[in-house]
């Protein structure tokens, strides 16, 4: 039981080049978020998830789109790098039931946007 | 103004003192409260679930005041593993399971 993984681990991009961010669990959970961390500023809400073949924004979805093709897969696609989106990117997941909201992140992607 | 807001710290403490965290937060409306611990270059990883009764984990004690919208970490006999920067967290308002996460207060237990 591996949890949650991100693929890959650190880039570096140009930019303007795209590039594709995986997140995969192994939990059987229903929703999926992807959050970006910057200093000082916390996890915030890029696009989520609450279910196979849906997917919406959160508050910072502007650059950003997602696809939920398959339950366990949720990706994050970056059509043309900026700058502004160096950060440290983290997926997370959840089960669904009051009470049970406990997101379980995956270990992180950090990018770097020349 | 945040929708969670912390003391970011640092909090600079000797081993063994007892530390308290704080933590508001603006909708009435949110219905579960957490705290996460977050090691540097790491994920968060949820440290407790707080109650409205207040909730005790060995040497980690939440509080939650829903009338004031205000949440508490107690750390007693602080460890040097304690070190890390704690994220208070509330739920969101709809059925999505959306999480805010306040910006983090940072520990330093020193020797």
């Known amino acids: 039981n591996a949890g949650v993984t991100q693929t890959p681990k650190f880039r570096v991009l140009k930019t303007g080049q795209s590039m594709t961010l995986l997140c995969a669990q192994d939990?059987?959970?229903?929703?999926m978020y992807w959050y970006r961390q910057d200093p000082g500023m916390g996890l915030r809400l890029i696009h989520y998830?609450?279910?196979?073949?849906?997917?919406a924004k959160g508050e910072v979805p502007d650059g950003y789109n997602v696809s939920r093709l398959k339950k366990q897969n949720f990706l994050l696609g970056l059509e043309s790098a900026a700058p502004s989106q160096t950060s440290v990117y983290f997926c997370?997941?959840?089960?669904?039931?009051?009470?049970?909201?406990?997101?379980?992140f995956g270990p992180g992607t950090r990018l770097l946007v020349l | 103004r945040k929708e969670v807001e912390q003391d970011p710290g640092p909090f600079n403490v000797p081993e063994g003192a007892t530390v308290a965290f704080n933590c508001t937060y603006s909708?009435?409306?949110?219905?579960?409260f957490f705290w996460y611990r977050q090691d540097c270059r790491k994920e968060p990883k949820l440290l407790m679930s707080?109650?409205?009764s207040g909730n005790e984990d060995g040497r980690f004690t939440a509080q939650l005041n829903r009338a004031s919208q205000y949440i508490s970490l107690l750390i007693r006999d602080s460890k040097l593993s304690d070190s890390a920067t704690y994220l208070c967290?509330?739920?969101?308002?709809?059925?999505?399971?959306?999480?805010?996460f306040g910006s983090g207060t940072r520990l330093l237990v020193r020797p």
């Open positions: 997370a997941s959840t089960q669904q039931g009051a009470g049970q909201e406990t997101q379980y």
């Open positions: 939990m059987n959970h229903e929703y």
């Open positions: 998830s609450v279910g196979e073949g849906t997917t």
């Open positions: 909708n009435s409306a949110s219905q579960s």
């Open positions: 707080v109650y409205s």
């Open positions: 967290v509330v739920n969101g308002r709809d059925s999505s399971y959306k999480l805010i």
